[in-house]
């Protein structure tokens, strides 16, 4: 199920908004057959979000907001210290009464998708670097565009297309850019080695022998998520502190000149140093861009691009003067979470990670966009005590976004699942589950219509299930204790669950990778069937990379990645197979080194598994 749909059309909107006196569309124009799409001013529907009145007041709030967070080495006020996020990241994925709970909830949502690639939200593609339609797989591979007809004994190769710019971002595992795939039109991502632009590349393939590239645009800009609905390419696009000249004390200057010089670059800053860009012109209008009127949030720009490949100069753009990689996109919804400023970068493309720091107080803005066509409409907005890890800790369902939250100083030592509904323009809680993992921290979530199941680890592994029949009074409904943890969770039909992750001791030593199937028929008491150990020191693919794992119903088989070490890895698919509550568990080999991170396995119409690694596409025998 879906939310539902505010604000369809311009005029619907427009008229809405006259009768109830609240701000509705955000960036919805269209254009006209000379031109480009035009965008309406953005009207706000409470003050959490303000729009300026002039390019001059946008720019003017930057610098305002920018000048507290500036000092002599540049910003932070402190020697400025780079990071990788990787480095740090925290792998988190993913019923009325008692009763009832254990007859009507179930896990089978689907997350597979018709494009081959394993999503988190049913009708809602992600970017990966393999698709699939039909008997036509592509695959990109070091910033060339790659195509294949799978319909015969072997793949054949039909077409290779460089993609200028899509050579990849550096970051260990970069396949060189992602792609999406629809109606006969390909969408490549690219990212600059300095993640500091994104070239976004539309290839026509309605003849895949004869590829050609009908448009390249360069954004400077982070594209950090990619997501088709039905025939519209969404792409999030970041934009952080910009990078500018400093100075730093030493013997000739101290700290209180450099501090000045300093200052005076940011007010000399331009919005093409704030906002998205194109041939220096920014690619959202001023109007279009709403600022957080809380001084807690961390200063940029996230910018929502929409497209369709047919036509992929005609753009809608919407940006919110914030940069936040935690974001969710469900069938008609946007929601974005708002946190500080990180002091380095961030260089994963669209991973499964904790990267965004919450507001220093502890507590989490959301905002919400209702998504229709290619418009974006400003819905809502609240906040919640505690911080949401990443996007596989939002879900909406039913008119009700629901939120895995961890701690923060604003919360107890405990961990909690708190829904959320839609009050005129206000996110307001409507019901929370709390003391979840104790002293713990949420390692995976995996959500369903009336379920959720929360994993959280500091020595052992509780998974809880989480009865959200009654939205408004969700219920913890039982709980598993065993030695490990699961960092992401994948269906298996109506009443199973596989969880991949780490083996562990009692008192919470790492071992190495694990697979566990879980028994969830009856929610008072979820079962651990079965689990398969790997080699110690072995990590699973799909806790960082869920599009590593796929599931082949018919054949009762789960296919997942499995690699050896960070240097002179091996990578392996374990192939498991489902009879009966056991697993039993084949290990192929397939690839080493760096090349490990681009393994998928992508299941085909006709009913053959293809195999994708560094190097070759060929058919796996399941």
């Not at 946008?58 to 967070?69: E, F, H, K, P, V």
């Not at 072997?154 to 899509?166: F, R």
């Not at 910009?242 to 331009?270: A, H, K």
């Not at 906040?383 to 919360?411: H, K, N, P």
């Amino acid at each position: 199920m879906g939310l539902r749909r505010v604000g369809t059309s311009v005029a619907a909107a427009t008229s809405l908004v006259a009768a109830a006196g609240v701000g509705y569309v955000v960036g919805t124009g269209r254009g006209s057959e000379d031109g480009p799409p035009t965008s309406p001013p953005i009207a706000l529907a409470n003050a959490d979000l303000t729009r300026a009145a002039s390019c001059d007041d946008l720019l003017d709030s930057y610098i305002d907001r920018a000048l507290d967070q500036v000092g002599p080495y540049g910003w932070g006020g402190g020697p400025i210290v780079m990071f990788d996020a990787q480095a740090g990241s925290e792998a988190s994925s993913p019923m009325a009464s008692s009763d009832s709970a254990r007859s009507m909830a179930k896990t089978s949502r689907s997350v597979s998708n018709e494009s081959g690639t394993n999503v988190q939200e049913l009708g809602v593609d992600e970017s990966d670097v393999v698709k699939v339609s039909g008997s036509l797989l592509l695959r990109l591979r070091e910033g060339v565009l790659i195509a294949y007809d799978v319909s015969g004994n072997e793949p054949t190769e039909l077409s290779s297309t460089p993609i200028d710019d899509a050579g990849g971002n550096g970051w260990i595992g970069d396949p060189g850019g992602e792609m999406v795939f629809v109606d006969g039109r390909a969408v490549v991502l690219g990212t600059s080695d300095d993640g500091l632009e994104s070239t976004i590349t539309t290839v026509d393939l309605s003849d895949p022998t004869s590829p050609s590239i009908v448009d390249a645009t360069t954004i400077r800009g982070r594209a950090s998520a990619v997501r088709l609905h039905d025939d519209v390419v969404r792409v999030v696009v970041q934009n952080g502190l910009p990078e500018l000249d400093f100075s730093y004390p030493d013997s000739r200057i101290g700290q209180l000149t450099s501090r000045m010089r300093n200052r005076s670059l940011v007010r000399d800053t331009t919005l093409a140093d704030w906002l998205p860009t194109v041939d220096g012109d920014p690619i959202v209008d001023c109007e279009d861009v709403a600022i957080p009127d809380d001084d807690r949030i961390g200063i940029g720009a996230t910018t929502v691009l929409a497209f369709d490949p047919a036509a992929p100069t005609e753009r809608t753009s919407v940006a919110v003067a914030t940069d936040s990689d935690t974001s969710y996109f469900s069938t008609d919804r946007f929601y974005l979470a708002a946190g500080t400023n990180a002091w380095g970068w961030n260089d994963c493309w669209d991973c499964r990670m904790g990267g965004t720091s919450g507001p220093p107080d502890g507590t989490t803005p959301i905002f919400a966009f209702a998504l229709d066509g290619m418009d974006a409409t400003y819905v809502a907005s609240g906040e919640v005590e505690g911080t949401i890890a990443d996007r596989w800790s939002m879900d909406a369902v039913g008119g009700s976004l629901r939120l895995a939250i961890g701690q923060s100083m604003q919360t107890g030592n405990y961990n909690s699942v708190v829904t959320l509904r839609e009050d005129g323009t206000k996110l307001l809680e409507d019901g929370r589950v709390d003391d979840l993992g104790v002293d713990e921290q949420i390692k995976s979530v995996r959500w369903f219509d009336d379920l959720a199941i929360v994993v959280t680890f500091r020595q052992t592994d509780p998974l809880y299930a989480i009865d959200l029949t009654n939205r408004s009074d969700p219920r913890l409904l039982g709980e598993l204790k065993i030695p490990g943890f699961s960092e992401y969770l994948h269906p298996l039909g109506e009443h199973r669950l596989i969880g991949l992750g780490q083996d562990a001791t009692t008192d919470g030593m790492t071992q190495g990778a694990q697979a566990a199937l879980f028994d969830v028929t009856d929610l008072t008491n979820p079962r651990q069937l079965d689990v398969v150990k790997y080699a110690k020191g072995s990590l699973a693919g799909a806790a960082t990379d869920p599009r590593q794992l796929t599931w082949l119903p018919e054949q009762r088989v789960v296919l997942t990645v499995v690699q050896q070490g960070w240097t002179g890895t091996t990578g392996w698919v374990s192939v498991l197979s489902l009879d009966d509550g056991r697993m039993t568990n084949r290990m192929v080999e397939v690839e080493h080194g760096s090349d490990v991170a681009q393994v998928r396995l992508v299941p085909l119409a006709s009913g053959k598994v293809a195999l994708v690694t560094g190097e070759d596409v060929t058919f796996f025998s399941v």
